[in-house]
Every structure is written in C-alpha cells, then in structure tokens.
C-alpha cells in the first residue's frame, strides 16, 4: 500500500513543555493531555474559534519528578468534566479533576517509577519499575502482586477484560484478576505495549 504523504499536513503545534513530553493521552473528543519530563502534565482543549487548534487550558503541578503514562477518566458523577490518572518516576499515582485541575488522590505503594496505568471499569491498575502490578479502588490499594522478573514497562486493558503486561524481561503476561493465563514471548528486547480500538 502506497501513501501518499500530501495528504498529511501539520494541523497544528502544541508548545509549552519545558522538556521532552514523554506520554499523550487522547480524552475523547473533550481535548490532549501530555505529561513530561519537566513534572508537569498540561492538558489542551480545542480552540472554540478554531476546531483545528488546541490551546493549554490546565496546567497540572504536583508530581515531584518526570511524568510518564496517562489515563482518562471520562466525564463521570465524581468527574463531570472528565479526570486524569497519571504516574511518575516519584513512585506517585495521582488522580485528577479536570474541572478544578487539583489533585485529588495520591496512590502511595510504589517503590519505583510508575511505568503504566490501565483503567479496569473503577479500578485503577499500575505497573512499574519495581515488578510489581497494583490494583487502587476508592484511593486504596486492594491488591498487588509480582508480576515479572524484571521492571514492568506498561499494562493495558484489553477489550475482553483481561490485563496485559509487558516487561524488560522479554516477555508479554495475559492475566485474569492476579492469576497469569498466558506468557508470551519472543521478544529479545524488553517489551513494551500499547493498544488502540477503532
């Protein structure tokens, strides 16, 4: 399949990171989030007068290191105007309100950096660079399990419910609650995931 690369043209550029943007997290048709190395994650909204810009409407202050993976909580009874999960190298999970742009959980547990976060209906689940995959419901840990052997890079939830965990120990584990149904591997370098629908 040939592309023809005319057809792609920069839509736009969002400026205002002070060091390299390490995730982007799409929130529905609501705006971007990205989170980077400079300890701040921003979150842009579509320009009312322009559908084709974005402008920086939150700036999102209280990691005390590098962010990384990003989750979007869509608009909800507890966040009408949507939320945020991220993690960080300061062993942190944070949980954000959209409509104010505070902070308003902080997931302790962690001994490493926060590698992936995966939304698990209202759970929230945390890989990281200490092996381990976490589970938070309500702003408490309710389990939390060794999962590899080596630092976790990222988890995801698939379409059929299960979990999947990728790690620098090459390999891929499908789970079921904390039980591993399958271990993928094949990988000679650590691995990473993501996962998109259509």
Same mark, same amino acid.
């Given at each position: 399949?040939?592309?023809?690369?005319?057809?792609?043209?920069?839509?736009?550029?969002?400026?205002?990171?002070?060091?390299?943007?390490?995730?982007?997290?799409?929130? %529905?048709?609501?705006?971007?989030?990205? +989170? &980077?190395? =400079?300890? /701040?994650? @921003?979150? #842009?909204?579509l320009?009312?007068?322009?559908?084709?810009?974005?402008?920086?409407?939150k700036?999102?202050?209280g990691?005390?290191?590098?962010v990384?993976?990003?989750?979007?909580i869509?608009?909800?009874?507890e966040?009408?105007?949507?939320?945020l999960?991220?993690?960080?190298?300061?062993t942190?999970?944070?949980?954000?309100d959209?409509?104010?742009?505070?902070?308003?959980r902080?997931?302790?547990g962690?001994?490493?950096?926060?590698?992936g976060?995966?939304? %698990?209906?209202?759970?929230i689940?945390? +890989? &990281?660079? =200490?092996? /381990?995959? @976490?589970? #938070?419901?309500?702003?408490?840990?309710?389990?939390?399990?060794?999962?590899?052997?080596?630092?976790?890079?990222?988890v995801?939830?698939?379409?059929?419910?299960?979990?999947?965990?990728?790690?620098?120990?090459?390999?891929?584990?499908?789970?079921?609650?904390?039980t591993?149904?399958?271990?993928?591997?094949g990988h000679?370098?650590?691995?990473?995931?993501?996962?998109?629908?259509?």
């Amino acid at each position: 399949m040939d592309i023809d690369f005319k057809e792609y043209q920069l839509s736009c550029e969002l400026r205002g990171h002070e060091d390299d943007v390490r995730r982007i997290c799409v929130c %529905d048709n609501v705006g971007i989030a990205t +989170s &980077s190395r =400079d300890k /701040t994650i @921003r979150f #842009w909204s579509l320009d009312a007068s322009d559908k084709r810009m974005y402008l920086s409407s939150k700036l999102l202050l209280g990691h005390t290191s590098f962010v990384g993976p990003l989750a979007w909580i869509s608009p909800n009874e507890e966040y009408p105007e949507g939320g945020l999960v991220s993690g960080g190298m300061d062993t942190m999970v944070l949980v954000w309100d959209l409509r104010t742009g505070e902070k308003v959980r902080m997931l302790k547990g962690h001994q490493l950096q926060v590698t992936g976060i995966a939304l %698990d209906d209202e759970d929230i689940v945390s +890989s &990281s660079v =200490d092996c /381990t995959l @976490r589970r #938070w419901r309500n702003g408490q840990l309710v389990e939390f399990w060794e999962a590899h052997n080596a630092p976790i890079q990222a988890v995801v939830k698939m379409p059929s419910g299960e979990l999947v965990s990728g790690s620098s120990d090459t390999t891929l584990k499908l789970w079921k609650g904390k039980t591993c149904v399958h271990t993928f591997t094949g990988h000679t370098g650590f691995s990473s995931i993501s996962f998109t629908t259509s």
